[in-house]
């Protein structure tokens, strides 16, 4: 159970709380799922009676962000806050499907809408609460989460104050956060491969004991007692069970591919320190430009002979010495993590061979008992840790070639037994369109950041399909097993795209209105400039919609040497244009102001705007 600070509590304490079981109100006549609130648990959670579902109230558990316990630090604030933003008796609308997966509390999870403002963003913009990666919504969706959370942080209000609770202990000490969130290999067969580092960037010895790490979702550990970290120093927490030094103890992989979050917690219940990932914001890097990779991918004879004739080479294009400490390398799932000792000078080249060896100062060996790229065509990315790509070595075959017809015709995305028990109950079919036999050696399927290589001596012969279950079993001519342990496709809305060995792309099915290959339009909108004022709302920037149909702007951003305002729900009509003023004011549906003291707005310079996903659909430079 999540709580947030020290304490914990039985289940049984929630049955009483603001429970009133209510009959259902009148169907929702503005459209989506409707239902009735009959109960308030906490910041998070509620009782729903949804129309015409005929099962009475379930308990319904907000997508995207989880509050504090209402017992904890700011969980009164939280469980009070939602009592404002919703009333027993009041109406919702839902998204989700109210007969899907519960989670080990019996709830189930959806996302709520009062009207037109989503709960859990609303919380999330307050600081009443951590975002909550959800496996089963768009990727967009839960950038939009983590977005509404920075918010919260960069203005330090609600959990993002670390006074909130109490001041102390040690509140002057600094405290920084390294986190390890992508393990070397199957995140499942190397839990240890996960790991969070504290750090004491203070002068003063910090106890430990009784603090606690989480991640954004339920994951808890807390220091034992007589834990001392002494100025300058690390202490690191290992993920899984076993070993020397701080173990979690997890038995599985303790972050998500859909983004996450580690906070440290002292025993009053505020944050301490924490670290989002991967990075969404404010995502230059000074190694950006001054570092080159490329690869050594065929090795001399037999690749499985030669391990060390594949290699990575790392190279300084700067003209100062660079540190590649906390920066990893990543292919298809493997991981190499540099040491505190990786700096690099001014041209100077750093090999990893993928092999074992004994590390010098510029050789390092990546530890691999056999080879790791594909000859034919793969990629080596270079990651900040935070998950910010540095640079990348691609090598497609040259020249590739026509790609065999092999297709999807069938993704099954919801186990009926359910997603995390029965992950044989999600599979896709694949079927060779193609005149002959298509062996399908080196060929993969990829969804989200999870791949499936296809066996060695795996052929699909002309006019057959294979089925590939995403769980584990005996592989056959008709039957594959992916080997996960738990579901990975999206219920709701996905896709999975077919690679060939070359790097060609050779399907891709999408499902729940999700496209495989979303290349959008631009849309047409434009912006015009104002500068010429002598007074702040002298100044404006229009954002005008040069089509006949409404486009919505919800959560675009509009940003100018540093100012920024992020669009409320709002729908801008057909040849209609909305103004951003420099100045201070009231907003409207056409108006709205930055709230500046003086003019801001240069004779030269550009304006941006960025759509809820972050791309860049329009822009103006003048002067």
Known sequence: ?????????????????????????????????????????????????????????????????????????????????????????????????????????????????????????????????????????????????????????????????????????????????????????????????????????????????????????LKSFIFPNGTELEPGSSIRVTGGDGGGGLRWGNSEPLFSPFGDGAYLFDPDGDIRSYVDFPCLFDCGDPLIGEVSVTVHYDAAGKDVDNVNGEWVDITNVSDATIDLFDYLLYTDGYVYHFDRESKVKAGERMRVKVGHGTDTRLRRYWGKDGPIFRNSGDEVELWGLDGRVIDRFEWPCDPCGPTPNVIFTFVNAKSRFGDQTYPNGEFIDIENRSGGDVALSGWSVKSKLVKYFFPGSFVLRAGRTVRLFVGSGTDSSDSLYWGRTSGILRNTDGSVSLWTPLGDKADCYGWGGARCQPAPDPLPLSISVDYTGSSPNDESFGVRNDSSGPIDLEDFKLVYRGWVLEFPPLVLEGKKTVTVFAGSGADTASEFYWGSTSTIILSQGEVLLYDADGAVVASLTWG
Request: aromatic share 6%; charged share 25%; net charge neutral.
């Open 1 to 217: 159970m999540k709580a947030f600070g020290s304490f914990s509590i039985s289940l049984a304490v929630f049955a009483g709380v603001l429970v009133a079981v209510l009959p259902a109100g009148p169907a929702d006549s503005s459209g989506g799922a409707g239902g009735t609130i009959t109960g308030i648990v906490d910041g998070d959670t509620l009782w729903i009676d949804v129309d015409g579902d005929g099962q009475g109230p379930i308990e319904v558990r907000l997508n995207g962000v989880n509050t504090p316990e209402w017992y904890a630090c700011m969980g009164s604030e939280a469980t009070a806050r939602m009592g404002e933003l919703v009333k027993v008796g009041g109406r919702v609308k839902l998204k989700g499907d109210p007969h899907g997966p519960r989670d080990q509390f019996g709830r189930v999870h959806m996302r709520v809408f009062k009207g037109k403002t989503e709960l859990a963003r609303k919380l999330l913009k307050e600081g009443l609460g951590v975002p909550m990666p959800e496996q089963g919504l768009k990727a967009g969706v839960n950038r939009r989460y983590r977005t509404k959370a920075h918010g919260a942080q960069l203005a330090g209000i609600g959990i993002w104050d670390p006074t909130t609770c109490r001041v102390g202990p040690r509140q002057n000490v600094p405290i920084g956060l390294r986190v390890m969130w992508e393990a070397d290999g199957r995140d499942e067969d190397n839990l240890a491969g996960e790991w969070i580092e504290v750090h004491n960037d203070g002068t003063q010895t910090l106890s430990l004991g009784g603090w606690e790490l989480r991640d954004a979702t």
